[in-house]
């Protein structure tokens, strides 16, 4: 809020085996889930080693908006969120990213065994990739992996399941992961 650093994340990265549009995971009995909508949209970049983008998170009808930007410096990921109105967040509109469409996706956040998971599908993406992502503050944390959800590989880092790829028009699934 006040510009002041916090301490690094790290997050890996799962993508899941699920059929189209059959997304909704079920939580064991006792496990409480919360469901978002969110839209994001990649904006006009300043140059090569940073991101921006506008993201509306969501449900019922109730909306917060974000800016972030993201700097790459020294193989470290700088971000810098604010909270914005929802009229800054029209004016961002006119500096989307040519190349770029509006990313749709349905976030699902749980807890299980003290652990924070969210699951993310992007709805307007080639066959709606979804992947599950989980947030820590330590490099080396144990995870453990719900065993509600089926998991069929690690991409923490392929470039392929970064939003910014999937946001990119005419982004298509790799055929292998098409199951």
């Not at 065994?113 to 080639?126: K, L």
Request: charged letters at 30%; a positive charge; glycine letters at 6%.
């Amino acid at each position: 809020m006040i510009g002041l650093p916090t301490a690094q994340s790290y997050y890996k990265k799962f993508l899941l085996i699920t059929g189209v549009g059959g997304f909704d995971i079920h939580l064991p009995k006792g496990y409480k889930k919360e469901v978002f909508q969110i839209e994001e949209h990649f904006l006009m970049q300043t140059n090569q080693s940073t991101e921006a983008f506008i993201r509306k998170t969501g449900k019922n009808d109730s909306y917060v908006y974000n800016h972030e930007v993201r700097t790459f410096k020294d193989g470290q990921r700088i971000t810098k969120k604010r909270q914005i109105s929802g009229r800054e967040y029209i004016e961002l509109m006119d500096q989307k990213a040519p190349g770029y469409k509006e990313l749709k996706k349905f976030r699902q956040c749980f807890i299980y065994h003290n652990q924070h998971f969210m699951v993310e599908t992007m709805i307007n993406a080639d066959f709606q990739p979804t992947l599950l992502r989980f947030e820590t503050s330590k490099e080396s944390t144990k995870i453990e992996i719900p065993d509600f959800v089926s998991v069929l590989r690690e991409v923490t880092t392929e470039e392929v399941y970064f939003t910014s790829s999937i946001a990119k028009l005419g982004w298509k699934m790799p055929d292998d992961d098409k199951k």
